[in-house]
């Protein structure tokens, strides 16, 4: 499957699906599909975007970069879960 854009490519490796399709099954709300992301995942999509980043400079391909940054995701989520969003927001208010 080719993505539309770099963001496409993003959403599909943490979301599961492209901007358009959340558009066409979420027609009754305002925004976009990261307006209603959670801190979890907004801080993964955040390391997502560097590390495609480092990966299209390497000229990895697209069909491995998804593959790669939805294993980075999926990492991600499950150690910011086991840390617990308690720690975080400790870190936030320091």
Avoid at 8 to 30: E, Y
Avoid at 38 to 48: E, Y
Avoid at 74 to 92: M, N, T, V
């Amino acid at each position: 499957m080719t993505y539309a854009n770099e963001a496409d490519l993003l959403n599909v490796a943490l979301f599961g699906i492209t901007a358009k399709q959340w558009r066409d099954k979420n027609s009754n709300k305002t925004g976009n599909m990261r307006d209603y992301a959670t801190l979890n995942q907004l801080l993964v999509l955040s390391n997502m975007e560097s590390y495609n980043a480092i990966l299209i400079e390497k000229g990895t391909i697209q069909a491995e970069r998804i593959q790669l940054l939805n294993k980075l995701a999926i990492y991600q989520l499950k150690a910011i879960d086991e840390i617990g969003a308690s720690e975080i927001k400790k870190l936030d208010s320091e």
